[in-house]
T-cell receptor, first 113, second 114 residues
């Protein structure tokens, strides 16, 4: 079955810098890959989705890339702010079914003022 | 705004009890999911449903069952609760064009089995 690896458990950066989070998958290329934000004690919130035929997607200060050769997605937050501090999760459809959504363990981002 | 509502925020149950976790969504979504989230293990899929009365096992279905009698409601059942089922349970729903807008999550139910 598909395995999702988010390489860093935690990432600390300075306010104003660009945060870059990594998501790798192990098997077949998913039809799409999604990124979520989760705050403590709350459910994840959908941020961005990128399809396998797209190289890059942007939304305000967020940018996602998708490299099917490397089996990797990068998630960037530019001009980071302390309010961006949260856990970020990537997710892919898996198991041969577009319905089944599998998540990585997440990366805890802390943006220091 | 899409709303996914889980019936309880916190729940304490005794070992051996039958436990029902209810989830309701108000956006007419076809797909619904139940996950559990544990420190160090992330979100793990228990069961999902892509239509009324349809269900598929996720990665960790043992000890759980589900029911989807109506489109808006997806119930997770712990047949005989055990202490290793103490966890945060998250319900989610997504539309049929599942590649566009992602999944919407409820606020979670923190279940403690004593």
């Amino acid at each position: 079955s598909q395995k999702i690896e988010q390489n860093s458990e935690a990432l600390n950066i300075q306010e104003g810098k660009t945060a870059t989070l990594t998501c790798n998958y192990t098997n077949y290329s998913p039809a799409y890959l999604q990124w979520y934000r989760q705050d403590p004690g709350r459910g994840p919130v959908f941020l961005l989705l990128i399809r396998e035929n797209e190289k890059e997607k942007r939304k305000e200060r967020l940018k996602v890339t998708f490299d099917t050769t490397l089996k990797q997605s990068l998630f960037h937050i530019t001009a980071s702010q302390p309010a961006d501090s949260a856990t970020y999760l990537c997710a892919v459809n898996s198991g041969g079914s577009n319905y089944k959504l599998t998540f990585g363990k997440g990366t805890l981002l802390t943006v220091n003022p | 705004d899409v709303k996914v509502t889980q019936s309880s925020r916190y729940l304490v149950k005794r070992t051996g009890e039958k436990v029902f976790l209810e989830c309701v969504q108000d956006m007419d979504h076809e797909n619904m999911f139940w996950y559990r989230q544990d420190p160090g293990l992330g979100l793990r899929l228990i069961y999902f449903s892509y239509d009324v009365k349809m269900k598929e096992k996720g990665d960790i279905p043992e000890g759980y069952s589900v029911s989807r009698e109506k489109k808006e409601r997806f119930s997770l059942i712990l047949e005989s609760a055990s202490t290793n089922q103490t966890s945060m349970y998250l319900c989610a729903s997504s539309p049929p064009d599942r590649g566009l807008v992602g999944a919407f999550f409820g606020q979670g139910t923190r279940l403690t089995v004593v």
